[in-house]
């Protein structure tokens, strides 16, 4: 089976333009997460997805930040005008279905964007 | 709100060595804890987990206990070896309805010298 897959690995942007990270979950799981790694920092959640629909976006910066996750395709995280201070690793994490007991969830290797 | 604190790093042993690395954590209810391990250049990967109080996870050597009168989950493992220098993060799982973000501790980074 199929682990999340995460792409691209490593992502360049100059500031001012788009960013797009794609996470594929692990097949048959339809609840997706996004946590932001910033240097010397730990992971902070920045948003909780299922199927169509944005559960939990309390993490995600108010402004240039989108999160989606299509009925059909990969779940998107967007980041429009980007500045340096977005330059992180992002991973995508997902787990299998409401009221699963042990709440684990399984990560993608990550994006790494660098913002020059 | 919940919160998870841990041991600073980095923390350098030799090979062979005992390690304890801290955790311990403020949780309203009963969430579950892991430990995750980042190894350089790669992504997470789950090491252990406990749902509920006196569990015991363990894995490859690992093992943590959670400890609901301490508030605790410690990562220990009897003879560390050089392939398990890495990052560890403790983690637990805030249990908000359906969502079950994970709270995060800032990492141990942990180096094995031969």
């Known amino acids: 089976n199929a682990g999340v897959m995460q792409n691209p690995r490593h992502l360049v942007r100059r500031r001012g333009q788009e960013a797009r990270l794609r996470c594929s979950p692990v097949k048959g799981h339809s609840h997706v997460y996004w946590y932001r790694q910033l240097p010397e920092e730990g992971l902070k959640f920045m948003v909780y997805l299922q199927k169509e629909n944005i559960i939990d976006e309390s993490g995600m910066p108010k402004e240039r930040f989108s999160a989606e996750f299509p009925k059909e395709g990969p779940s998107i995280l967007r980041i429009q005008q980007v500045v340096r201070g977005d330059s992180a690793a992002y991973f995508c994490?997902?787990?299998?279905?409401?009221?699963?007991?042990?709440?684990?969830?399984?990560f993608g290797p990550g994006t790494r964007l660098t913002v020059l | 709100g919940n919160s998870v604190t841990q041991m600073e790093g980095p923390v350098t042993l030799s090979e062979e060595a005992f390690l304890t690395i801290n955790c311990t954590y403020t949780?309203?209810?009963?969430?579950?804890l892991f430990w995750y391990v980042q190894y350089p250049g790669e992504g997470l990967q789950l090491l252990l987990k406990?749902?509920?109080a006196d569990d015991k996870g363990s894995n490859k050597g690992f093992e943590a206990t959670y400890r609901k009168e301490t508030t605790s989950f410690h990562l220990e493992k009897g003879s560390v070896q050089v392939s398990d220098s890495a990052v560890y993060f403790c983690a637990l799982s805030d249990r908000d309805g359906n969502n079950r973000k994970l709270i995060w501790g800032l990492g141990t980074s942990l180096a094995v010298n031969p």
């Open positions: 406990a749902t509920k």
């Open positions: 994490a997902s787990s299998p279905r409401v009221g699963d007991p042990t709440d684990t969830q399984y």
């Open positions: 949780a309203t209810g009963y969430p579950s």
